[in-house]
């Protein structure tokens, strides 16, 4: 599987951004998927997740009620609509797939995609 993200760039803070992750392979469509990422001297972290039905979602306590994780197995495609974004949401974000929603939220990834800078301006 082979992830390809997409949809970063500048915004002002209070902004929105919409990410989109496009999944190639055969069996693309029955990974769980999610979003990490990884400030400026920061580890990469855990943002949120969704399974492969795309009825079950997990989120970082630090995104809840912000950010919203969708999948669209037709289009092979998974979305991260970032609302209300902040200075702090400044960071690469990349696109992961794995085995399931458990997996994805203990950073046990089968597939990383490239990343999509994010920059909250203040």
């Known amino acids: 599987v082979q992830l390809q993200a997409s949809g970063g760039g500048l915004v002002q803070a209070g902004g929105s951004l919409r990410l989109s992750c496009a999944a190639s392979g055969r069996t693309s469509s029955s990974y769980a998927m999610g979003w990490f990422r990884q400030a400026p001297g920061k580890e990469r972290e855990f943002v949120a997740a969704i399974n492969w039905s795309g009825d079950s979602t997990y989120y970082a306590d630090s995104v809840k009620g912000r950010f919203t994780i969708s999948r669209d197995n037709a289009k092979n495609t998974v979305y991260l609509q970032m609302n209300s974004l902040k200075p702090e949401d400044t960071a690469v974000y990349y696109c992961?797939?794995?085995?399931?929603?458990?997996?994805?939220?203990?950073?046990?990834?089968?597939?990383w995609g490239k990343g999509t800078l994010v920059t909250v301006s203040s």
């Open positions: 992961a797939a794995g085995n399931n929603l458990r997996g994805m939220i203990t950073g046990d990834i089968t597939y």
